[in-house]
T-cell receptor, first 109, second 114 residues
Framework: GQNIDQPTEMTATEGAIVQINCTYQ??????LFWYQQHAGEAPTFLSY??LDGLEEKGRFSSFLSRSKGYSYLLLKELQMKDSASYLC??????????WGAGTKLIIKP | DAGVTQSPTHLIKTRGQQVTLRCSPI?????VSWYQQVLGQGPQFIFQ???????GRGNFPDRFSARQFPNYSSELNVNALLLGDSALYLC?????????????FGPGTRLTVL
């Protein structure tokens, strides 16, 4: 079966750094996406990795290791507005997105 | 430019009824995907359409059906509604169904089945 695992909830302090991990087992791999979703809103695209390594985009970075079936999203200089759920999704061999349940990130002052 | 639009935003139905949800993709996007998101979970893939043809179907019963029109808009139909169908239904559009194009999500339709 296909499976994507993320921690259910994480707490961090404003101004700090947090790393959200994602491990996956899917039928084929055609890229990994990270999305941000605020409560009651639609997911918004954050990053895309298809090759091993680190992709940096401002305060957000995403890392991929295909051999380990592992990715992480790194958020720096945390702001209160970063409080949201972070969803990891893998595009499988049929080019369909398989989603994790999401990690709820709580930012404290 | 307008993003992905969905209608209605909220809907309340009773068990056994039928519902039709609508989605208009971003201009120029030819692929539309439908997802169901239950509270506290990630989206679950229902259908993907590209150029008016079904390109993928998730693990949902035959009560769920969809279609894509010549202008690339799409409808999702759910028959014989069950309480468990209560969820946020998300539509996402992309230029192509494959490759590196990301999906852009609409605001969703929140369906409540009583």
């Amino acid at each position: 079966g296909q499976n994507i695992d993320q921690p259910t909830e994480m707490t961090a302090t404003e101004g700090a750094i947090v790393q959200i991990n994602c491990t996956y087992q899917t039928s084929g791999f055609n890229g990994l996406f990270w999305y941000q979703q605020h409560a009651g809103e639609a997911p918004t695209f954050l990053s895309y990795n298809v090759l091993d390594g680190l992709e940096e985009k401002g305060r957000f970075s995403s890392f991929l290791s295909r051999s380990k079936g592992y990715s992480y999203l790194l958020l720096k200089e945390l702001q209160m507005k970063d409080s949201a759920s972070y969803l990891c999704a893998v595009r499988d061999s049929n080019y369909q997105l398989i989603w994790g349940a999401g990690t709820k990130l709580i930012i404290k002052p | 430019d307008a993003g992905v639009t969905q209608s209605p935003t909220h809907l309340i139905k009773t068990r056994g009824q039928q519902v039709t949800l609508r989605c208009s993709p971003i201009s120029g996007h030819k692929s539309v995907s439908w997802y169901q998101q239950v509270l506290g979970q990630g989206p679950q893939f229902i259908f993907q359409y590209y150029e008016k043809e079904e390109r993928g179907r998730g693990n949902f019963p035959d009560r769920f059906s969809a279609r894509q029109f010549p202008n690339y808009s799409s409808e999702l139909n759910v028959n014989a509604l069950l309480l468990g169908d209560s969820a946020l239904y998300l539509c996402a559009s992309s230029f192509t169904p494959a490759g590196v194009s990301e999906q852009f999500f609409g605001p969703g339709t929140r369906l409540t089945v009583l």
